[in-house]
């Protein structure tokens, strides 16, 4: 019985939450009349400038192990360490700065001889004009470089179709907790 009451409160909240979250129609037949639109749509650039907290530290962490190969703790680089993360994106570097969404995803400790993961992750924005609109992305991110860039393979809702770059610089790492927060410049192109 109970299962059937969160079941039918999850669809309920998703019919009501759809249409509001970002106000673009995400039914098969209302994205198949988008892409019959395309040829007659302008290409836009769109940039973004925010910060990633990612919290593995603490009673609440945004970041969690949930593989760990067992000599991952006698190589060099955390090799064979895979995250899964949820890690808040806000305007500025400070904890209490405004949200404006999500990294929502994973990576893999992939470096064996350098600190380098592989990244593959949504920015889900929650606020403002993006609100419900994602972008992807998927890459290579060296640790230890000052700036790291990144693909943005792809997205959704006023994202769809979008490609571009996203540069990562660490504005914080601490060696005592593992708690870091990286800034991001992304640069997309969308329609």
Not at 14 to 41: C, R, T, Y
Not at 125 to 132: A, D, E, P
Request: glycine share 8%.
């Amino acid at each position: 019985m109970a299962k059937a009451y969160y079941a039918i409160l999850f669809l309920c909240s998703m019919v009501i939450a759809m249409p509001i979250v970002h106000g673009i129609d995400e039914s098969p037949q209302a994205v198949a009349k988008w892409f019959e639109n395309l040829p007659k749509m302008k290409e836009k650039l769109t940039k973004f400038h925010f910060y990633f907290h990612d919290q593995v530290s603490g009673k609440n962490p945004t970041s969690v192990t949930v593989v760990k190969a067992n000599a991952t703790s006698q190589l060099p680089n955390f090799f064979g360490l895979v995250e899964v993360i949820d890690n808040v994106l806000t305007v500025g570097p400070e904890a209490n700065s405004t949200t404006v969404g999500r990294a929502q995803g994973m990576y893999v400790a992939d470096g064996l001889l350098i600190g380098a993961a592989e990244m593959s992750f949504s920015f889900v924005f929650t606020s403002g004009r993006y609100n419900g609109s994602t972008l992807s992305l998927l890459g290579r991110n060296e640790v230890l470089k000052t700036y790291r860039e990144m693909p943005i393979v792809g997205g959704s809702g006023v994202f769809r179709l979008a490609r571009g770059i996203a540069t990562a610089r660490t504005y914080s790492f601490n060696l005592t907790t593992g708690d870091a927060i990286v800034e991001y410049n992304v640069v997309v192109l969308h329609y």
